[in-house]
């Protein structure tokens, strides 16, 4: 930790001690349960915080990862050299007429329940999509027919010169698991969404409905980091993998869910290796029978252990 001597004494200048961890094992802070340590997690409590901390890595030449809900992420082995910063505590919602602006680490689900107790429609389809709000628009999140770019109206993003942008819809150019925000790596801070008045009867039984749908349909019991590959062009990825005869097999303690063959799960103490191997070993196989590349929809981040 030497090398970081210099930025721990500026970072705990800049935000709370409480707010910065030491060797943080990513496991504790990822949907899937697996990853090692983190040289150092902060968690900023405001955009100022945010943009002091990237600023501050950068001059150090420290490098620096964001994360929100750690619910798309696979995390390494061997950790991440460098800070984390993790949005989580930017989770404020405010409601405004029939638009919400919610902070990139306000979860989906929370911000689906903001606009239900508002009786706004539009967002029903987030209610059980476990990300934050910056991570689902950084990826054009979307489930049950819908998306982020169906509701999304405008956002703060930092830039990579540490500019705060207002974007409209139009330019965060919202794509299949897709944005400006993950082409030029910007940081999201903040999104409004645009949605209609609706019947709070109607929305609720709507969100209802699909968080059934969800649970009977979806590994939920396990630790997984939802639909493990991006849908090729013509095809279903759950249906190519189950198709191939790859339901339930497994590489350690990672196994292809025996209920939804899309979702590589945590099934028994799985480390980031195994889920990992299981990905190739899915791809290759899908490869070999059907000349379909299947891509990831999770983020691969972090080293390998060194045995």
Known sequence: ?????????????????????????????????????????????????????????????????????????????????????????????????????????????????????????????????????????????????????????SAIVLDNDGNLLKLNKEQLQLEYRNSIVLKKNYVALEVTFALKQGEYDKINNRMEELTKRRHDKQPLEYPSAGSTFKRPEGYYAGKLIQDSELKGVRVGGAQVSMKHSGFIINENHATAQDVLDLIKLVQKTVKEKYNVELCPEVRIIGEDKIL
Request: proline fraction near 3%; charge should be positive; aromatic fraction near 6%.
């Open 1 to 153: 930790m030497r090398r970081f001597d210099n930025i721990m004494v500026k970072l705990q200048e800049t935000i709370k001690n409480e707010n910065i961890k030491i060797q943080a094992e990513m496991k504790n802070y990822t949907s899937f349960k697996v990853g090692g340590p983190a040289d150092i997690l902060v968690t900023p409590t405001s955009n100022e915080e945010v943009a002091n901390i990237i600023k501050l890595c950068k001059n150090e030449g420290i490098p620096f990862y964001i994360i929100g809900n750690g619910s798309n992420i696979v995390v390494k082995d061997g950790g991440i050299r460098g800070v984390v910063i993790k949005l989580s505590k930017l989770d404020k919602i405010t409601v405004s007429s029939t638009r919400i602006t919610a902070e990139s680490g306000a979860t989906l689900g929370k911000t689906s329940f903001a606009a239900r107790k508002a009786s706004l429609t539009g967002l029903e389809f987030a209610c059980g999509i476990p990300g934050s709000v910056g991570g689902a628009l950084t990826m054009n999140a979307g489930a049950y027919d819908g998306e982020m770019s169906f509701v999304v109206e």
